[in-house]
């Protein structure tokens, strides 16, 4: 169990990273920066940066979820549901105005299909961590029992 709470932690920490670092590009770099023609709309340009601040959140809440992951299912599930309703809400884009970059698809799979199957996982490692029991340490030893 140990070892697989471990790679699931490793990989969530990279995950989060994904998006830490496109939201944090979002909100220095605007909706200019994702390679569309200039947008005169100061509105739209302020309206990307704020979904791209909450992007970096989501990515830094994800990160909190790294140490002690068996125990942060309420935390991951929400988050979780938040991506997945941004992912539903960008898969409704694709339907009503057309198929976006590659980038954007890339984001959309992740959204759908990365994210869930990461809670997924998260779940089962909390059920393993619960059967197991809490450990009980002997400070006189310095070793768990």
């Given at each position: 169990?140990?070892?697989?709470?471990?790679?699931?932690?490793?990989?969530?920490?990279?995950?989060?990273?994904?998006?830490?670092?496109?939201?944090?590009?979002?909100?220095?770099?605007?909706i200019d920066g994702i390679g569309t023609e200039r947008i005169v709309n100061v509105?739209?340009?302020?309206?990307?940066?704020?979904?791209?601040?909450?992007?970096?959140?989501?990515?830094?809440?994800?990160?909190?979820?790294?140490?002690?992951?068996?125990?942060?299912?309420?935390?991951?599930?929400?988050?979780?549901?938040?991506?997945?309703?941004?992912?539903?809400?960008?898969?409704?884009?694709?339907?009503l105005t057309g198929v976006p970059s590659l980038v954007m698809l890339g984001a959309?799979?992740?959204?759908?299909?990365?994210?869930?199957?990461?809670?997924?996982?998260?779940?089962?490692?909390?059920?393993?961590?619960?059967?197991?029991?809490?450990?009980?340490?002997?400070?006189?030893?310095?070793?768990?029992?």
């Open positions: 169990m140990k070892g697989e709470r471990r790679l699931l932690q490793r990989v969530v920490a990279v995950a989060a990273l994904l998006p830490v670092v496109a939201g944090l590009y979002g909100v220095l770099f605007g509105s739209a340009d302020s309206h990307f940066r704020y979904l791209s601040g909450l992007l970096t959140g989501i990515g830094i809440l994800f990160m909190t979820c790294v140490p002690g992951i068996e125990h942060k299912t309420g935390l991951f599930r929400f988050l979780t549901l938040v991506v997945v309703l941004g992912g539903l809400s960008r898969l409704l884009g694709l339907y959309l799979a992740f959204e759908l299909g990365v994210t869930p199957l990461l809670c997924l996982w998260q779940a089962r490692v909390a059920h393993l961590a619960a059967a197991d029991g809490p450990a009980i340490v002997d400070l006189t030893r310095e070793k768990v029992v």
